[in-house]
Nanobody, 125 residues
């Protein structure tokens, strides 16, 4: 069984930064960050394989270049560094883990079996 728990969310003003953290325990081969707003599906933001050789970041203009995934396997941690935050970044942020190949890309929520409970990010203008 794989367990995940996010932390680091909160309220921040537009233009600010946050680093989300997620502790991941158990056997897995890939991790990802998603976000979700009410009434919408989960949007993939970034993904990384266990060895760190492969990463993927959302290339849409809405997030491109502002979010960066990293990990520290010695600490069972995965991170999402977010900068230049905008009000439209307000959402529930989830980390996820799965087994199997790193593709397909972009990551789909259905490709990840294990999920944390989420951490809320609120960006005020």
């Amino acid at each position: 069984q794989v367990h995940l728990m996010e932390s680091g969310g909160g309220s921040v003003q537009a233009g600010g930064s946050l680093r989300l953290s997620c502790v991941v325990s158990g056997d897995h081969s890939k991790k990802a960050w998603f976000r979700q707003t009410p009434g919408n599906g989960r949007e993939a933001l970034a993904a990384i394989d266990f060895g760190g050789r492969n990463t993927w970041h959302n290339g849409f203009d809405s997030v491109k270049g502002r979010f960066t995934i990293s990990q520290d396997n010695s600490k069972n941690m995965v991170y999402l560094q977010m900068k230049n935050l905008k009000p439209e970044d307000s959402a529930m942020y989830y980390c996820a883990a799965g087994r199997g190949a790193f593709p397909p890309l972009p990551p789909r929520a259905s490709d990840y079996t294990y999920w944390g409970q989420g951490t809320q990010v609120t960006v005020s203008s």
